[in-house]
Nanobody, 125 residues
């Protein structure tokens, strides 16, 4: 079983920045893509960003975060990151990470059964 531990969330004012981390442990298999997702109260979990396995690999972003968020990873540390800049109140949500076989599979949160506890991001106006 793969364990996913998200951290780095918090309360920030609109326009501020946060950097989230996702540590992966357990029975991990590489190469694998990594992705970030979020779920706001009363809404379904949605895709945020994804990155392929290798250095300089392909990235993918939801239109709502493109140009503001940057996904990256450190394979030596089995950790993925999400740098979030120019945060908006509508970015408020619990943020989760997950891994998949290919970046092309990461846009559908319903594909994944194993989730971590997530990390809360709250953006005040």
């Amino acid at each position: 079983q793969v364990q996913l531990v998200e951290s780095g969330g918090g309360l920030v004012q609109a326009g501020g920045s946060l950097r989230l981390s996702c540590a992966v442990s357990g029975r991990t298999y590489g190469p694998y893509a990594m992705g970030w997702f979020r779920q706001a109260p009363g809404k379904e979990r949605e895709f945020v960003a994804a990155i392929g396995w290798s250095a300089g690999s392909t990235t993918d972003y939801a239109d709502t975060v493109k140009g503001r968020f940057t996904i990256s990873r450190d394979n030596a540390k089995n950790t993925a990151y999400l740098q979030m800049n120019s945060l908006k109140p509508e970015d408020t949500a619990v943020y989760y990470c997950n891994q998949g076989l290919h970046i092309g599979t990461m846009r559908s949160p319903g594909r994944f059964n194993n989730w971590g506890q997530g990390t809360q991001v709250t953006v005040s106006s």
